[in-house]
């Protein structure tokens, strides 16, 4: 699941009644929006770099200021962002601009009026206009403008729409703006992700290609690709030997739990899952989801198609959330995470299902061995092990024991979660008195060699290895294991991993005989509880807790939006299609059960998508 807080939103257009611009010809043109501050050192050293790419790119570059004085880290901002603005009523921004950051700190009142004197501006006129509050509304339009796309400090800029956070040197920044072809697949793929339903699409539209591609002339040829068997080991060994389908139900599945349970677990340490009833209400919402859709199935099918009971209990997560992701902020984060802890919990739930029901395919010796791997996770965690491999081996150990236990190494990704060990957020000062200190003396050795003139080149010299390797532990420093790992993963799990899933997972034949009653009967009771028994479960425990002061359901999703997510919790799972196949084995009643798996999830997807579009967006303030 894709963070919410995710940054990306663009600033508005160039508005010339009010914007300042330098360059940008009636050709084509890239547009870069800097939000700067004329007190802050940063942006002052960072003009010799813009001055040189407006050099170079000429009117290929339009150059946008906006204002975003930090008044509390620089005080006066405001007033020389008000100076600038009284310049440009005498059409001189750009004069005023250049000289403001030409001027050596201090700078006051006083120092702004000379200034302003020695570019001839009208001094009465400058004096009137800089009291006039309309000029200080005009500042504060820009600081809340720049707020509300995600701007904290400064520079901050954008190119071409995009937020711009990489290195602030000239090549790098070239690269963006002019954007060769490996830039240009960046920031497609960036602006993309930055779509808030971007991983739900991706996800959809595997999906979808699978189930034409099961139904098509080609059909053969995709069943022939998932079900191709590529191994790890010499099979007679007791190598690892899988279908294409199971190593992405398993194996990519693993990657997407693991970004679950991080979130889950950010949430329990300091978010909404930190209040006990908060974090109840998915796991009561999964037992229910799980007992309702099983006693209506029972009550279609009293006989002996009874066994397939277990068919309607298992929740498609990753679609679920795909689907979710598609509505925007009717679908707020709240709700999601709701659904994220539901899945798990649903998840864990048609495990202990297949392991006492289905018993034949468990093998318990090797539960021994994934306990013995969650220990060592354990021991890793309480020694403060902060580098990755020890954790990886463990994760791998404990992945290969779930698989051989017949109980899934999806679930091998949560235990990773659960162990990655937290850090205590650094203090900002010594981390800034290190990076300083390398890049300052970077800066000397830099300057050193141009006055020597031996060609010599600065990443030759021993001060860039010491300067490196402090840049990157300060860099470092700044996010715990679990933080880094989550970052380094999310995209792959959201682009990579659930549509390779999806499309290994959803190409279901729609080819079933219906014509006979127990059929019928099975193909009913799966379909009506996923689509309409697993809802009112949901509904009725969270409901039903909520009265009697047990749980509570996320207090950011209405009761519409609510009820849209438990309706999508009705969409099915691949697991379902091997309870299917578990509870009617050779039997024709298999296939009755995965249509009904498929008829289901799309009644459900169809209703869950309905009530999100008629319920309205939550109220968010500011």
């Known amino acids: 699941m894709a963070r919410e807080a995710r940054s990306g939103r663009a600033p508005r257009p160039f508005d010339a009644r009010r914007d300042h611009m330098r360059g940008g010809g009636r050709g084509r043109h890239s547009t870069v929006v800097l939000y700067g501050d004329f007190l802050c050192p940063y942006c002052r050293r960072l003009r010799p770099v813009f001055a040189r790419l407006r050099q170079g790119l000429g009117d290929r570059l339009a150059y946008v200021f906006r204002h975003f004085p930090n008044e509390r880290a620089h005080p006066g901002a405001t007033l020389l962002a008000i100076g600038a603005e009284a310049a440009s009523r005498q059409g001189r921004f750009w004069e005023m601009y250049d000289a403001l950051y030409e001027h050596e700190p201090p700078l006051d009142r006083r120092a702004l009026m000379e200034i302003a004197a020695s570019l001839g501006l009208d001094m009465a006129r400058f004096e009137r206009d800089l009291a006039d509050p309309k000029l200080r509304r005009r500042i504060d339009d820009d600081l809340a403008e720049g707020r509300s796309i995600g701007v904290t400090g400064t520079p901050t800029f954008f190119v071409d729409g995009q937020r711009y956070d990489g290195a602030w040197e000239f090549t790098s920044m070239l690269e963006a703006i002019e954007r060769p072809v490996g830039a240009r697949v960046r920031r497609t793929a960036r602006a993309f992700a930055n779509l808030p339903a971007s991983a739900g699409i991706a996800l959809l539209l595997a999906a979808a290609a699978a189930l034409i591609l099961a139904n098509s002339p080609l059909a053969g040829l995709y069943h022939g690709l998932v079900s191709a068997r590529f191994g790890i080991g010499p099979a007679a060994g007791g190598g690892l030997s899988l279908s294409v389908a199971e190593w992405c139900s398993e194996g990519l599945l693993a990657v997407f739990f693991l970004i679950l349970g991080l979130e889950i677990r950010r949430e329990a340490r300091a978010g909404s899952f930190a209040d006990r009833r908060v974090a109840l209400a998915p796991a009561l919402a999964a037992a229910a989801g799980a007992l309702v859709p099983a006693a209506v199935y029972i009550g279609l099918n009293p006989g002996a198609t009874a066994a397939g009971w277990p068919v309607p209990v298992d929740t498609g997560i990753a679609f679920t959330l795909g689907i979710l992701a598609l509505f925007g902020t009717r679908a707020p984060a709240g709700l999601k995470l709701f659904v994220a802890a539901y899945g798990i919990a649903d998840d864990l739930i048609t495990m202990v299902i297949l392991a006492a029901f289905h018993p034949r395919g468990v093998h318990a010796e090797w539960l021994f061995a994934a306990v013995g791997a969650l220990g060592a996770m354990g021991l890793f965690n309480r020694w403060r092990v902060y580098a990755a491999w020890p954790y990886v081996l463990a994760t791998i150990g404990l992945w290969v024991a779930l698989h051989q236990a017949g109980v899934g190494g999806a679930l091998s990704g949560i235990a990773l979660a659960a162990f990655l060990p937290p850090r205590p957020a650094p203090q900002a000062t010594p981390l800034l008195a290190q990076a300083a200190t390398a890049l300052s003396e970077l800066e000397h050795a830099e300057r050193e060699l141009k006055k020597a003139g031996e060609g010599r080149r600065l990443d030759q010299e021993p001060v860039w290895d010491w300067a490196s390797r402090n840049l990157s532990a300060a860099a470092e420093r700044l996010l715990s294991p679990a933080e880094r790992t989550e970052r380094a993963i999310e995209p792959w799990s959201s682009y990579a991993a659930l549509p390779l899933f999806a499309f290994t997972a959803a190409g279901v034949t729609l080819a079933a005989n219906l014509g006979q009653p127990p059929a019928l009967r099975v193909f009913a009771g799966v379909a009506v509880g996923l689509a309409i028994a697993k809802p009112i479960g949901i509904v009725g425990a969270v409901w039903l807790a909520e009265r009697v002061k047990l749980a509570v359901r996320p ?68």
């Open 555 to 622: 207090e950011d999703a209405r009761p519409l939006a609510f009820l849209g997510a438990a309706c999508l919790c009705g969409i099915g799972d691949p697991l379902s299609l091997l309870l299917a196949d578990q509870a009617f084995p050779g039997s024709p009643l298999a296939a009755a059960a995965k249509i009904g798996v498929l008829a289901g999830s799309v009644v459900a997807a169809g209703l869950g998508a309905l009530a999100l579009l008629l319920s309205r967006p939550p109220v968010t303030e500011g």
